[in-house]
């Protein structure tokens, strides 16, 4: 039986700019005609994000998806690389678009992201890479990959489609690796829609990124590699720009409903509240939530009742990546591979944060999860 007298919650709702904000951007779309293939806006969108974050290269993309396989491609990874399973299926499959073999490595229980000491196991003479996630904005040991990676000659690529805005002690966690990847999707904290970029850290490497996201082309006639179509659109870059002027209100308001998740669940024993490090500066992205105490409820029994009362929480990330079926017959996809990874499956649950969520809908939520 559903709550009737309210609307369905999800777990997260796009922070849209006032639409007649958005007009005056499309106005202009149409008075010019350039809709694509690195318009006006396009260009600026480069460069209020690079200030923004806090970093100098950047190419933007479609989607998140299609920078990560280009990523793959600009680097010229191939054989196997070493990635987490505790993450959106994307991550794997961007390899497998590659011809690349994925090699799961269990995750660390406090970070929840690739743990270091299981990383050199698992490298063998074809690895060449690693392929990392900071998982919900949650910085990875970046020092100590970038060690292993030196030591073993191997690149490293972060997902960091969680990690809009993320900060350590040095500055943007973009910075780190040989490239960073951005999803700008509906449900992350910044969005164009559809979208995503890939952080450079120098200028070749943006050029080389910005050719292969155009079908290779270098110029008007010399294709250079066999590029793909990942080039985001003007439609997309103005929404964005739109949205940019909004994030700093965004983030406050997450980092608030975030607060009052954090003070109002501590108490309860059947829940222990996220137990990941805060970073320098975090984006409040997701609400982890570990049900884990073996005499109150099970974490799909809160799901299944807030459910019920037309809260759809998420279970990120269930199944693990390494159970879906073109992954569970690889070797480092096997459970006793992946204990850690294995119990944040089945003990994690992602509640509703957004800046549009009210007091009362996150009164309703934690006053639910408290009776089970
Ligand atoms: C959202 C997401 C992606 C994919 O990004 P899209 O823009 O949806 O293609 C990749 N990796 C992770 C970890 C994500 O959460």
Redo the contacts with the bound molecule.
Sequence with gaps: MSNSDSKPIYVTQPHLPPLEEVIPYLEQIWANHQLTNGGPFHVRLEQALCDYLGVEHISLFA????A?VTALQALRITGEVITTPY??V??AHSLLWNGIKPVFVDIDPQTLNLDPDKIEAAITPQTTAILP?HVYGCPCDTKRIQKIADTYGLKVIY?A??AFGVEDEGGSILRHGDLSIL???A??VFTTF???AIISPDEKTKKRIDHLKNFGFADEVTVVAPGINGKMNEFQAAVGLAQLKHIKHALEARKEIHERYRKSLSEFNGVSIQIQPISARNNYSYFPLFVTAENQSSRDEVYGILKKNGIHARRYFFPLISNFPMYRGLPSSKQNNLPIATKAAEQILCLPIFPNLTHNDQERIINLILKT
Aim: no cysteine; glycine share 14%.
């Design positions: 989607n998140g998806t299609l990560l993450s959106f994307a991550t996630v997902d489609a969680h999803s700008f999707h449900t992350k559809e979208g995503g």
